[in-house]
């Protein structure tokens, strides 16, 4: 099965609080990442947190991790349209720690509204 | 920050050409880049591993004669795709990791490069 899995759409109000939710199957990583990519554009490191961490907070985002549960969310206070974008979790498996190689989820699409 | 070009940002070529992609540190010296690529809609697929002075290492079910990969120097790694086909056609993109070593990958994309062969 894939490594790392998301749910690809998240439609909120300008102003209300986004909530993505990933599930990882690798429990050895030792960081797991969120990534921004807007339309036509690369990848934009938004945070990491490391595995013995239970929550990292920085400015407007949240990160939640349940090692237990292998699960990894991200919760965007105050959602601004410009929070429009896709965002991918993701993480470097134990086999693969000595290369860095990146496992991305499928992305989950943030739509704000107005 | 730590900032990473791509060039050309897009390329329409015809089929049975050669296209060469480049991707740049432009403030960092990079050991190591990735290259991905993504299909509209879909997630990222990492093509190769590049090593500066060293062979790429190709994932699985990558041709390397098809993607040539060439990692001259600490700050550039170029893709080449070789005689280009339109199932060719797709998004580029590159990473480069600012730290080698360690747990803690950080790598930094380029903005992508838009391949469209006709």
């Known amino acids: 099965g894939e490594d790392v899995e998301q749910s690809l759409f998240l439609s909120v109000r300008e102003g209300d609080s986004s909530v993505i939710n990933c599930t990882y199957t690798?429990?050895?990583?030792?960081?797991l990442y969120w990534y921004k990519q807007e339309p036509g554009a690369g990848l934009q490191l938004l945070t990491y947190?490391?595995?013995?961490?239970d929550m990292k907070q920085d400015q407007r985002l949240t990160v939640l991790l349940n090692k237990k549960d292998k699960h990894l969310s991200l919760r965007i206070a105050d959602t601004q349209t410009g929070d429009s974008a896709i965002y991918f979790c993701a993480e470097v498996p134990e086999r693969s720690s000595n290369t860095g190689k990146l496992i991305f989820g499928q992305g989950t699409t943030l739509q704000v509204k107005p | 920050g730590a900032v990473v070009s791509q060039h050309p940002s897009r390329v329409i070529c015809k089929s049975g050409t050669s296209v060469k992609i480049e991707c740049r540190s432009l403030?960092?010296?990079?050991?190591?880049m990735f290259w991905y690529r993504q299909f509209p809609k879909q997630s990222l697929m990492l093509m190769a591993t590049s090593n500066e002075g060293s062979k790429a290492t190709y994932e699985q079910g990558v041709e390397k004669d098809k993607f040539l990969i060439n990692h001259a120097s600490l700050t550039l790694s170029t893709l080449t795709v070789t005689s280009a086909h339109p199932e060719d056609s797709s998004f580029y993109i590159c990473?480069?990791?600012?730290?080698?070593?360690?747990?803690?990958?950080?790598?930094?994309f380029g903005p992508g490069t838009r391949l469209t062969v006709t």
């Open positions: 990473s480069a990791e600012a730290t080698s070593g360690g747990a803690l990958s950080e790598q930094y």
């Open positions: 947190i490391f595995s013995n961490m």
């Open positions: 690798d429990s050895s990583s030792t960081y």
């Open positions: 403030d960092f010296q990079a050991t190591t």
